[in-house]
């Protein structure tokens, strides 16, 4: 009869680790089948989408506006600005996002946003490390665009913090939390006109206690998981200019845009 070593005896106990851990896979499958993330069909594995779905997101690629990120019909050249970024400058130094908003992309921003699935938060992270275009070497720390503490109790997370703090772990860098706090409750967004929204957001936005630290000549990247017309983020990189961030980066989930220009 063969010796039973130590070694034998700790190969043993991981093979029988590795088939309890199929065993529950396979049970929570049964009881938990994976569905597609955006649209609930039937998948083979979690946090994924099916087909019809991953075919129907379009990323943003180049060639896009060095500041503003937003795409051109024809590559016009490298580090071009279109004609907004130079008649309107940001507040923040440059803009990136992973896609375009419709279809599967808002389905998954829904679903973040309104019906507590937090888990999305990992994968969409993940395109959006894919889309960030250097900004997240650069910077010093991950930032959310905060809500109103009220807002914060109805909906019980940030959908942008929960993006914001899973972009820190896929990359390591630093992540803020509550770096800005939210000095008045705003109206939805949603529906306004360009002026509207940057009437509702101005002066919103302030650095939370004794952080000054943590933006005092430092490059921040600030995250939101939509890019509409700008007004919230500019805001928010306002509070931010004001006590001294070197650079100010933008990185969302999805932007709202009609085709490229």
């Given at each position: 009869m063969d010796e039973i070593t130590p070694r034998k005896v700790q190969t043993i106990r991981a093979r029988s680790a590795a088939l309890a851990r199929d065993a529950l896979a396979s049970l929570g499958n049964v009881v938990f089948p994976p569905v597609c993330a955006a649209c609930g069909r039937t998948t083979g594995t979690h946090r994924a989408l099916c087909v019809a779905c991953w075919s129907d997101i379009r990323f943003i690629e180049r060639p896009y506006c060095a500041v503003l990120g937003t795409p051109f019909s024809h590559d016009l050249g490298p580090d071009i600005i279109s004609a907004e970024a130079i008649a309107n400058p940001p507040d923040f130094?440059?803009?990136?996002?992973?896609?375009?908003?419709?279809?599967?992309?808002?389905?998954?921003?829904?679903?973040?946003?309104?019906?507590?699935?937090?888990?999305?938060?990992?994968?969409m992270a993940e395109w959006m490390r894919r889309a960030d275009d250097g900004m997240i070497a650069r910077c010093d720390g991950i930032a959310a665009v905060p809500l109103h503490p009220t807002r914060m109790m109805s909906r019980r997370f940030n959908q942008s913090a929960e993006l914001a703090r899973n972009l820190a772990k896929l990359t390591g860098k630093p992540f803020l939390p509550g770096l800005l706090r939210r000095k008045r409750r705003t109206s939805q967004q949603v529906g306004l006109s360009r002026t509207a929204r940057e009437d509702n957001v101005r002066g919103a936005f302030a650095l939370s206690p004794d952080r000054e630290d943590a933006v005092f000549g430092r490059s921040i990247l600030l995250i939101d998981d939509v890019y509409t017309t700008g007004a919230t983020v500019s805001a928010a990189a306002r509070a931010l200019r004001r006590k001294g961030a070197a650079e100010i980066s933008v990185l969302t989930f999805a932007r709202v845009l009609d085709e490229t220009i």
């Open positions: 130094d440059r803009l990136r996002s992973a896609a375009f908003y419709s279809g599967t992309v808002r389905n998954l921003v829904h679903a973040l946003k309104y019906r507590d699935n937090t888990h999305l938060a990992v994968m």
